[in-house]
C-alpha cells in the first residue's frame, strides 16, 4: 500500500503526460514572464523599500491623492452602475430579440476595445465640450460635462461598454427557456419573473462584468484624461496623479500611488471573484450554509 | 411568445439601446471624421502626411508588430504548458499571467522606469552598454508587450482546456512530436480562437496610450507613437489635425471590427 | 367534460404539428397523452398551459374557453420533463412562489403561505430539506418538488411533460405508484405526456394515442389494449409481431383488403411437437432466436417463413435457438391504412369453442 501510494504520488509531482515538449513549453512561459511581469513588477519592491515608511504614508494620505483616489473610485463606481444596467438590457434585447440591425448592434459592442483611447478620449472631450455637439445642447442650461467629474464618468461608461454585455450574453443565452415558463404557468408577470428567476441566474455574470469595469475605471487613463482637464481636488484621476508626479521626478510619490491603486483593483476582482463563486457554488450543489 | 413579451415593451428596448449605443459609440467615431474634414481634404492630407505623423505611424506599427509576435509565441507556449500537462504552480502562472490586466497601465509605464529608468537598479548596466530603454523605442515596445502580455495565451487557454487532449496523447503514442503534434493536431482547433486573440492584441498594441506615454519622453520623431502624437496636438489646440491623424486609428479600429466579428463567426459555426 | 379540445390546429412554419385534435377529459381523471416523439403531444400539453397559441380551434378548461387566456391566469400546474425547478431557490422558496407572486395584494392569505408550503411539503414527503437547494437534491426528490411546485396555487388541471424520463430506470417505476396515490389523494384532473406504453397503462384512468398530430384513440388502458381502434394503436400497444402472409397460417383465410396482421405474444401458444393438443389448429414452428429476459423467455419463431415473438413461461424448462416446437395462434388483429379488425382462429372454434 505504502509504496503504490508513494510511486503515485512521485508520478504526479514530475508530470507524466505522453505528450512530448514539457520542458521546452514551460521553459519559454517562465522565462517570458520572468523577463516581462515578474522582474519589473519585483523591482517595484525593491525600489519601495528604499523609502521610508513615513515617507511612504506622507503621499499616501497627502490631500491631494486622497481627492484623487475619491474621484477615480467615485466615477468609476458610477459608471459600472450604469454599464450594469444598460450592459444588462443590451445583453436582453441581443440574446432575446430579433430585429433589423441586431447583428450591427452586437458587432459594435467592441467598438472601445478596438478604438484607441486617446482617440475616444479627444472625441469625447470635443463632442461634449461647450462648442460640442452634445456639449453644446447642454450648455446653455449651465451644464458642463467635459472638465467635470460629469465627462470622467462619461468616457468610464464609454469604455466599460463590453464588458458586463459580454460577460451577461453567453449566460442569458444558455438559460433554460422552462424555468421562465414555468414561472408564467405558477402567475408572474413577465417583470416578476425577471426580478426573481433570470435576475439571480445572472447574477455572477453581472458581477464579473461589474467588477471589470470598476477595475479597468479606476486604472484608466488615455480616455479620461483629456476629458477630466485635471483641475487638483476637483477632477484630477488617481493615474493622472501618478503622472504629475512622475513628471516632477517624485518616483517616491508616484509608486506609493500606484500601490494603492493596484491593491484596490485586486480587493475589487478577488471580491468579486469570492461572491460569483459563492453563488455558483450554491446552485451547483456543493456544501452550503 | 405572445404573453412574455408586449410588443411596446420589446420595441422600447430595442430602441433604448439603439439611442445609448448611438449617443455612446457611433457618435463619437463619427466624430472623429467630421472634425477631421471640418477644414476641407487639403488640410486633412496635410495633417496626416506631415512627417511627425508618418513617424509616429511607423513607429505605432513596428511596436504593434513586436507585442503581437511576442505575445504569440508566448502565448502558444504558455497555453500548452498550463493545458497540457498537470504540475505544481500551474494556477500560480495563471495568475501571475493574468497580472497586466488587472494594473493601470500608467503603472505599467512605472514600472519600467522603476527597472530601466534613473533609480532602476538596471540602469548602470545599460548605461555600461550604452543603451537606452526609457524614453527610447525599447521601452515602448517593452510597454506595449507587458500591457497586451495576456491577450492570446487567455484566449487559447479555455479553448485548449475545453478540447482536452485526448488526440494529442493518440497522436504522441503513435510517436509523433510535439511540432507535428501542435501543428497538425492543435492548431486546427484553436486556429479562430488564436486569431481572435491576436486581434484583440493588436487593436490594443496600436491604441496603447497610459503605458507608452510614461516611458517615452514625447520625443517628436523619435519616440512618439500615433496616439501620442495626437495627444500632442490635441494639447496644441490643432484640434483638426489631432482629429485627423486620428482617423488614421478609426480606419484600422473598423477594419478590426470587422475582423473580429468575422473570426468570432467562423469560431462559433466552427464549434457548431 | 372538464378540460375540452375542440379542432385544434397549430403549425411551426410548414410543419403541421396538430390537426383537428379533439377530445375531452372528464374531472378527477388522470390521463395520459401516448404517443411516439414528434407526434404533437408535448404541443397538446403546451397548448392547454398556455405555453403555444393554436392556429385555430378551442380549449376549454372547466368549461371557459382558454385560448386568450394567458398562461398566468389559466390556472393550471405544469410539471417539466426536466422540472426546471428555480436553481436559486431553497425547496420551501420554490414551492411558495406561485402563492408569493399571486396573493400580493392580500395580506390575510399571504400570512398562509408557510402552512400551506410545510402542508405540501409533508404531502411529497420532502419534511427536512426546505433550506435546500436543488442542485442538493435526488432527481427523484427534484420531482417531488416539481411536483409540489405545480400544486401550490390549487391549479384546476395539473399537467405533466414527461415526468419521468429523466429519472433512472431502478427509481422510475416506484415513483409511478407514488405519483398515481399522489394525484389521486389530492384528487386533481392530470394530463401527462408519455412515450413510454407501461407508463401509461401503469398510471393512467384514461389513454390518449397520439400520431401524427391526430388523436388516434381515447379510452381506458384495457379497452386500448384489448380493442384497438386504429391500426397505429394496434401496432404501438404492446409488444407484437407483424406477419403479410397471415393466411398461411391454419385457421386463417384471407380477408379482402386486409394486407396484414398484428399477433400479440400472448395470442400465441407453443407446444412440444410429441404433445400437441390441437393437431389440427398448429403449424410447425422453428425458435430461431431465445433471450433470456428474467421473468420469461422471449422466443423469435419461425412459423411457415414468417418471424412470430412469444414468451416462454419458464416452468415448461428454457427452449433454445434450433428447437422445433408446435405453434397455435389463437387470434390476431388484421389491418389495412384505416381498419382494424379482430380475427379468430377458425380451427380451434370448432373444435373447442370455449378455449380461453
Known amino acids: ?289 | 411568445m405572445r404573453e412574455y413579451s408586449g410588443n411596446i415593451g420589446k420595441n422600447a428596448l430595442i430602441i433604448l439601446c439603439f439611442l445609448f449605443i448611438v449617443i455612446m459609440l457611433l457618435i463619437p467615431l463619427i466624430s472623429v471624421l467630421a472634425y477631421a474634414l471640418r477644414q476641407g481634404w487639403a488640410v486633412f492630407w496635410e495633417a496626416i502626411s506631415d512627417p511627425y505623423a508618418l513617424k509616429a505611424l511607423k513607429l505605432t506599427l513596428v511596436t504593434t508588430v513586436w507585442a503581437l509576435v511576442i505575445n504569440t509565441v508566448f502565448g502558444i507556449f504558455a497555453a500548452w504548458a498550463l493545458t497540457r500537462y498537470r504540475f505544481r504552480g500551474q494556477h500560480i502562472i495563471e495568475t501571475l499571467i493574468d497580472i497586466p490586466f488587472a494594473m493601470s497601465p500608467v503603472i505599467a509605464g512605472l514600472v519600467f522606469i522603476l527597472v530601466f529608468g534613473r533609480i532602476g537598479w538596471a540602469y548602470p548596466i545599460l548605461q555600461q552598454w550604452d543603451l537606452k530603454v526609457v524614453f527610447a523605442v525599447p521601452g515602448i515596445i517593452l510597454a506595449t508587450v507587458f500591457v497586451t502580455f495576456p491577450f492570446v495565451s487567455r484566449e487559447l487557454i479555455p479553448l485548449m482546456n475545453a478540447q482536452g487532449t485526448d488526440e494529442e496523447e493518440a497522436a504522441a503514442l503513435m510517436g509523433a512530436g510535439t511540432f507535428h503534434i501542435f501543428s497538425k493536431i492543435t492548431l486546427p482547433h484553436i486556429r479562430w480562437g488564436l486569431l481572435y486573440g491576436m486581434i484583440l492584441c493588436t487593436a490594443r498594441a496600436l491604441g496603447e496610450f497610459g503605458a507608452v506615454s510614461v516611458v517615452s519622453g514625447h520625443l517628436r520623431g523619435k519616440t512618439n507613437t500615433l496616439p501620442l502624437h495626437i495627444e500632442i496636438l490635441f494639447s496644441e489646440f490643432k484640434l483638426t489635425s489631432a482629429f485627423a491623424v486620428s482617423s488614421i486609428l478609426v480606419v484600422l479600429a473598423i477594419i478590426i471590427l470587422i475582423l473580429k466579428n468575422i473570426v468570432q463567426r467562423k469560431g462559433k459555426s466552427e464549434v457548431q | 367534460m372538464f378540460v375540452e379540445l375542440e379542432k385544434v390546429n397549430k403549425t411551426f412554419g410548414s410543419f403541421q404539428a396538430l390537426k383537428d385534435v379533439s377530445f375531452g377529459i372528464e374531472q378527477g381523471k388522470i390521463v395520459g397523452l401516448l404517443g411516439p416523439s414528434g407526434s404533437g403531444k408535448t404541443t397538446i400539453l403546451r397548448s392547454l398551459a398556455g405555453l403555444e397559441f393554436p392556429d385555430s380551434g378551442i380549449i376549454r378548461i372547466a368549461g371557459r374557453a382558454v385560448n386568450d387566456v394567458p398562461a398566468r391566469e389559466r390556472g393550471v400546474g405544469f410539471v417539466f420533463q426536466s422540472y426546471a425547478l428555480f436553481r436559486y431557490m431553497t425547496v420551501f422558496d420554490n414551492i411558495a412562489f406561485g402563492l408569493s407572486v399571486k396573493k400580493k395584494k392580500n395580506g390575510a392569505e399571504r400570512g398562509q403561505i408557510p402552512e400551506r408550503v410545510h402542508e405540501l411539503i409533508n404531502l411529497v414527503g420532502l419534511k427536512g430539506m426546505e433550506k435546500r437547494y436543488p442542485a442538493q437534491l435526488s432527481g427523484g426528490q427534484r420531482q417531488r418538488v416539481a411536483f409540489a411546485r405545480a400544486l401550490a396555487p390549487q391549479p384546476q388541471v395539473l399537467l405533466l411533460d414527461e415526468p419521468f424520463a429523466a429519472i433512472d430506470a431502478k427509481v422510475r417505476k416506484e415513483l409511478r405508484t407514488w405519483l398515481r396515490e399522489m394525484i389521486n389523494r389530492v384528487g386533481i384532473t392530470s394530463i401527462f405526456v408519455t412515450h413510454d406504453q407501461d407508463e401509461a397503462i401503469e398510471v393512467a384512468d384514461d389513454i390518449v394515442i397520439v400520431n401524427e398530430g391526430g388523436i388516434e384513440q381515447k379510452g381506458s388502458p384495457a379497452e386500448i389494449y384489448q380493442h384497438p381502434a386504429t391500426p397505429f394503436a394496434a401496432r404501438f400497444i404492446g409488444q407484437s409481431s407483424e406477419l403479410t402472409d397471415y393466411s398461411r397460417l391454419h385457421g386463417f383465410l384471407p380477408i379482402a383488403g386486409f394486407h396484414q396482421a398484428v399477433i400479440r405474444p400472448e395470442f400465441v401458444h407453443i407446444f412440444r411437437p410429441d404433445a400437441d393438443p390441437y393437431p389440427n389448429s398448429t403449424d410447425d414452428g422453428l425458435v430461431e432466436q431465445a433471450y433470456f429476459r428474467g421473468s420469461v423467455q422471449e422466443l423469435h419463431l419461425n412459423v411457415c417463413g414468417q418471424r412470430i415473438i412469444v414468451n416462454n413461461a419458464l416452468d415448461d424448462g428454457l427452449l433454445s435457438s434450433g428447437d422445433r416446437l408446435r405453434v397455435l395462434v389463437s387470434r390476431m388483429f388484421l389491418v389495412n391504412e384505416r381498419e382494424v379488425r379482430l380475427a379468430e382462429n377458425a380451427s380451434l372454434r370448432d373444435v373447442n369453442p370455449v378455449f380461453i
Not at chain 1, 89 to 104: E, K, S
Not at chain 1, 155 to 170: E, H, K, N, Y
Not at chain 1, 210 to 218: D, E, N, P, S, T
Request: glycine share 8%; aromatic share 10%.
Open chain 1, 1 to 289: 500500500m505504502g509504496i503504490s501510494r508513494n510511486t503515485r504520488l512521485r508520478r504526479h509531482k514530475s508530470n507524466n503526460s505522453v505528450i512530448p515538449g514539457f520542458t521546452l513549453s514551460l521553459g519559454v512561459t517562465l522565462t517570458m514572464l520572468s523577463l516581462i511581469v515578474m522582474i519589473p513588477l519585483a523591482s517595484v519592491a525593491v525600489v519601495m523599500t528604499g523609502y521610508s515608511l513615513a515617507e511612504f504614508w506622507a503621499t499616501l494620505t497627502d490631500k491631494m491623492a486622497l481627492h484623487a483616489y475619491w474621484v477615480s473610485l467615485s466615477c468609476a463606481l458610477t459608471a459600472a452602475i450604469i454599464n450594469v444596467v444598460f450592459g444588462i438590457m443590451l445583453a436582453w434585447v441581443l440574446v432575446r430579440y430579433d430585429f433589423p440591425g441586431r447583428r450591427l448592434l452586437d458587432g459594435l459592442i467592441e467598438l472601445p476595445f478596438a478604438l484607441p483611447t486617446a482617440v475616444a478620449g479627444i472625441a469625447l472631450t470635443t463632442l461634449y465640450s461647450d462648442q460640442g455637439w452634445i456639449g453644446s445642447l447642454f450648455a446653455p442650461y449651465g451644464i458642463k460635462i467635459s472638465y467635470t467629474t460629469t465627462g470622467i464618468t462619461l468616457a468610464l461608461v464609454f469604455i466599460g461598454i463590453p464588458f458586463v454585455v459580454r460577460s451577461v450574453q453567453p449566460v442569458l443565452e444558455k438559460l433554460d427557456r422552462q424555468t421562465e415558463e414555468a414561472a408564467a404557468i405558477l402567475g408572474a408577470s413577465p417583470f416578476t419573473t425577471f426580478r426573481r428567476v433570470i435576475l439571480p441566474e445572472l447574477l455572477p455574470a453581472i458581477l464579473t462584468g461589474f467588477g471589470l469595469v470598476l477595475a479597468r475605471g479606476i486604472g484608466e487613463y488615455g480616455s479620461v484624461v483629456f476629458i477630466a482637464g485635471n483641475i487638483p481636488y476637483e477632477t484630477q484621476i488617481a493615474p493622472l496623479l501618478i503622472m504629475v508626479k512622475l513628471e516632477q521626478f517624485n518616483y517616491a510619490g508616484a509608486t506609493s500611488i500606484a500601490l494603492v491603486l493596484i491593491v484596490l483593483s485586486f480587493v475589487i476582482l478577488f471580491t468579486i471573484h469570492r461572491l460569483a463563486g459563492q453563488i455558483e457554488r450554491r446552485i451547483k450543489g456543493g456544501a452550503d450554509t
